[in-house]
């Protein structure tokens, strides 16, 4: 006969054999179901059967069969069960987690709206919701759940409080119902906590605030503060008290702006300290901030942050009054200053850069005409100068054009905002090219009347002058030895022999100067030279020919006349001039007159005491000419004078025209 198992086996027909054997002067009773009355105390619905046999003697053998009722499915046990998803988490991504099942197999679906609607895993879980999940278990074969009322409750019989591992403080419900077989299901609801508020970063909050700047409007300006509202409010008392943002920013105040931010729903701010001291404020500058955490109706709902920022710079609202907004434009650093004007920090002396777009180097050729400043006023409100200086520039929004000026202003002083007028005077110069003054040494042009206030403004481009119509002008210039035979203004319209008056011809150091009147149209400065240093030749002659026969002489380059040649000598040598012997009785000297012979003007000359006389010979060739004059008395009226005893008479009538042998 077999052993009995240990457990019995669901859904499984047992059956049990009794074989009872007589003792011995006994028997069984053989007649049919003689035995079908046996008493077998838990039959329940099970049959058994009743048959005697012989074996050694006869009718000895009882064989009784039990037929058992079918055994029930097996309980599953809380043991059987293991919940290990994690609890939701603000952000987390929404997964079922690990599920170990014994004898069942689980169906699992997510709730975020109460348990309204359900729905496989997807996404991530949000911030404060309450997230529910449904575990639908149904049994393998031979197996049921336990159908008792809250047998797998907390507390029940099958609690499975311990089997749900991140449950926390959140609850759950155990319900059996029946699908197919009987207690086949169990339905495991369970309530998570709550998933906590999403935090606000850092990158969420971006204040845009302008800072403020004396006389400016006092505005929040625009700022970024995802997931929260904010308030903005602010103090010119240090913090005592704060106001909504009204009027202008006073000179030389320290403001504060605090900024009051609600989370909303869904979000908190970061109570670590230290979490906010990145948040972006782009004008903070100098200036500093704080940012403090707290709670008001959630926990730490609320964020103050507190600017504190540099102090209202003394400033002026500079204007630009150009009678020339084609050519000209005026910034503030990179800023172009606009029609309405700019406020400037004015704490210290400040400039503002007048860019001339006539002149552009990026432009191959000189422009016939240019832009030029005549004159640059800078006054205050109150009529006072507050002009420091002027000075060229061609750097920063100058870049390119070399006629930009800076112009710097005196700082504020006083103790409000200035407004600060800058008024320029323009007009359009002519071009004046020297590029045909080779062979000069350094040739410049300037004004002829100094000290001039337009030399601070730029004239001067490459080889190229520009002056305005009517400027009396002054070309200086130099060489190693050429020496200007002529100069001309040269245009369409100007005259080639424009007026330029010579008012320094040294040709010892070989320095030149001329004057003239600037024309009204571009014009080119032309020069016709000689070689100062050449030899150059000597004509000697007198006044009245044949009275004098003059000789010259000179130092070591002095070439004396011969009958083919005139006499020679450099420029800047020493020339003697000896008029000779001749009749004193009729004639006297009264000097000699040197003159350039291609410039036509007289060169200074110098009597030596001795009869003779000298002069530097000049850049050209010269006309040296003694200066004879006839004596008026006669000879005889000379003698007469001469000795007391003589007396003259005449005759008329005897003295006849003709020849008398």
């Known amino acids: 006969m077999r052993q009995p198992a240990a457990f019995f086996a669901p859904n499984t027909v047992y059956k049990t054999k009794y074989v009872l054997t007589a003792a011995a002067g006994y028997r069984f009773d053989p007649a049919v179901d003689a035995y079908h009355s046996v008493a077998i105390a838990n039959l329940g619905t099970g049959s058994f059967s009743a048959d005697v046999t012989s074996g050694a003697a006869t009718s000895d053998t009882l064989t009784i069969i039990v037929t058992w009722p079918t055994t029930g499915a097996a309980t599953i046990l809380s043991s059987d069960i293991a919940i290990g998803t994690v609890a939701p988490a603000t952000g987390a991504a929404q ?15 997510w709730s975020g709206d109460g348990g309204t609607t359900y729905a496989v895993a997807s996404g991530t879980f949000a911030a404060v919701t309450s997230y529910k999940t449904k575990y639908v278990l149904t049994a393998s074969a031979g197996y049921a759940f336990d159908s008792a009322a809250g047998a797998y409750d907390q507390n029940g019989a099958r609690d499975l409080t311990g089997r749900i591992a991140n449950l926390g403080a959140g609850t759950f419900a155990a319900t059996v119902s029946t699908a197919s077989s009987s207690n086949d299901t169990l339905t495991v609801i369970v309530t998570w906590p709550t998933t ?17 700047l004396t006389g400016a409007a006092q505005a929040d300006g625009s700022s970024v503060f995802n997931h929260a509202t904010a308030s903005i409010a602010w103090s010119a008392d240090n913090g005592s008290s704060y106001q909504p943002a009204s009027g202008t920013f006073s000179i030389g105040t320290s403001y504060k702006t605090r900024y009051v931010l609600t989370a909303l729903t869904g979000y908190q701010f970061n109570a670590t300290a230290g979490a906010y001291n990145t948040i972006g404020i782009a004008s903070l500058g100098a200036g500093a901030f704080t940012a403090q955490v707290s709670t008001t109706s959630l926990a730490n709902d609320t964020l103050t942050i507190i600017v504190a920022w540099p102090a209202t710079a003394i400033s002026d609202k500079v204007k630009i009054s150009l009678n020339n907004t084609a050519d000209f434009q005026a910034y503030s650093g990179h800023t172009l200053i606009p029609a309405q004007g700019l406020s400037v920090a004015a704490a210290d002396d400040y400039s503002i850069t007048l860019v001339n777009d006539s002149i552009d180097t990026t432009n191959p050729s000189a422009p016939l005409t240019a832009a030029m400043v005549k004159s640059v006023r800078v006054l205050d409100g109150q009529g006072n100068n507050a002009l420091k200086n002027v000075q060229v520039v061609s750097s920063g929004v100058a870049q390119n054009h070399p006629w930009s000026l800076t112009i710097t202003i005196g700082k504020n002083t006083t103790s409000a905002a200035r407004t600060i007028t800058v008024t320029v005077d323009t007009a359009t110069a002519q071009r004046i090219d020297i590029r ?81 009147t600037m024309p009204s149209e571009p014009v080119f400065m032309s020069v016709t030279s000689t070689d100062g240093k050449a030899a150059h030749s000597i004509l000697a002659r007198a006044t009245i020919p044949g009275v004098v026969l003059p000789a010259l002489s000179g130092g070591a380059t002095f070439v004396q006349a011969t009958a083919r040649a005139l006499a020679t000598d450099h420029s800047g040598d020493i020339v003697t001039v000896n008029p000779g012997s001749y009749d004193h009785r009729m004639y006297k000297i009264t000097g000699i007159e040197v003159r350039s012979e291609l410039l036509n003007v007289v060169l200074p000359s110098t009597s030596n005491g001795d009869g003779t006389y000298s002069f530097a010979m000049p850049f050209t060739d010269a006309v040296v000419t003694v200066l004879v ?11 007469v ?16 025209c003709g020849r008398y042998d």
């Open 641 to 656: 004078a001469n000795h007391s005893g003589a007396q003259v008479t005449q005759d008329l009538e005897a003295f006849l």
């Open 95 to 109: 997964t079922n987690g690990t599920i170990a099942l014994t004898h069942a197999d689980a169906n699992v679906v």
């Open 436 to 516: 045909n003054l080779a062979g000069f040494t350094n040739p410049t042009i300037d004004y002829a009347n100094q000290p001039n206030p337009r030399r601070a403004y730029p004239y001067e481009y490459g080889n190229y002058y520009y002056f305005l119509p009517g400027d009396l002008l002054s070309m200086q210039t130099s060489s190693m030895g050429l020496i200007p035979a002529g100069v001309q203004l040269v245009g369409k319209s100007s005259s080639k022999t424009s007026p330029l008056t010579n008012t320094l011809f040294n040709t010892s150091t070989y320095q030149f100067r001329y004057t003239f």
């Open 196 to 212: 906590a508020p999403a935090t606000i970063v850092p990158a969420d909050i971006s204040i845009g605030t302008a800072a403020p």
């Open 629 to 639: 004059e006839r004596i008026v008395s006669n000879p005889i009226e000379v003698e």
